[in-house]
């Protein structure tokens, strides 16, 4: 199983950008389809973006769609999560996952698919 740590949550005014991290250990996560949720308070956890194990593929919530990019880099075992023009509803704890199979065939937007976790990074919008 891998391990998964998020870092670069925080506070920032609508309009200004965020950078996530998902730093993996325990295996290589080169094999692996990743995917960021997030879940706001008194709301369900919601898929928020997602990347095939390759990098070549990426799918993305409508909310985020042409504003944040997933992107990964295998060598450092790292994915990100760019977040630009944030707004006061981006207001969440973000989760990273890493999917359950290994060369999956499509970009799952499932959480079912994701069998492990991280513990999550607040990420505050003001007004």
């Known amino acids: 199983q891998v391990q998964l740590v998020e870092s670069g949550g925080g506070l920032v005014q609508a309009g200004g950008s965020l950078r996530l991290s998902c730093a993996a250990s325990g295996r290589t996560m080169s094999t692996l389809g990743m995917g960021w949720f997030r879940q706001a308070p008194g709301k369900e956890r919601e898929f928020v973006a997602a990347?095939?194990?390759?990098?070549?593929?990426?799918n993305y919530a409508d909310s985020v769609k042409g504003r944040y990019t997933i992107s990964r880099d295998n060598s450092k075992n790292t994915v990100y999560l760019q977040m630009n023009s944030l707004r006061p509803e981006d207001t969440a704890v973000y989760f990273c996952?890493?999917?359950?199979?290994?060369?999956?065939?499509?970009?799952?937007?499932?959480?079912?698919?994701?069998?492990?976790w991280g513990q999550g990074t607040q990420v505050a919008v003001s007004s």
């Open positions: 990347i095939s194990w390759s990098g070549g593929r990426t």
């Open positions: 996952a890493a999917d359950r199979t290994s060369f999956r065939g499509v970009v799952s937007t499932t959480p079912g698919d994701f069998g492990s």
